[in-house]
């Protein structure tokens, strides 16, 4: 699984991108910058959330719904964010917000 790893890269989806939200799953999404190539994804999770074990935990539960679903897809960049819902969320309830806010986002077929 290809991240997003630059501070340049992150500004550049943040702006071009298009936001779409679910109770618990935030997400931008946005082209990648060599149409062909493979897509990349990145998992953030804000310090609200509180301390850094339920942050990592919560990415962690991110990354399996990413999976899941099948991101990186093809000529795109996703930002998952976590919420308070991750937390709490079972991974199938996770994936299954995902793919809802794939399919919203015209990403994804199923």
């Given at each position: 699984m290809r991240?997003?790893?630059?501070r340049l890269d992150f500004e550049r989806v943040f702006k071009q991108g298009r936001r779409y939200n679910h109770p618990l799953i935030r997400?931008?999404?946005c082209d990648g910058e060599c149409?062909?190539?493979s897509g990349r994804v990145a998992f953030a999770a804000p310090k609200?959330?509180?301390n850094a074990v339920l942050r990592n935990?919560?990415?962690r539960k991110l990354r399996e719904a990413a999976r899941a679903?099948?991101?990186p897809a093809a000529g795109v960049d996703v930002i998952l964010f976590a919420t308070k819902g991750t937390r709490?969320?079972?991974?199938d309830e996770l994936a299954g917000a995902l793919e809802t806010l794939l399919k919203r986002a015209g990403r994804h077929d199923g």
């Open positions: 991240t997003i790893k630059s997400m931008v999404i149409e062909g190539g609200r959330l509180g935990r919560s990415k679903c099948a991101l709490d969320a079972r991974a």
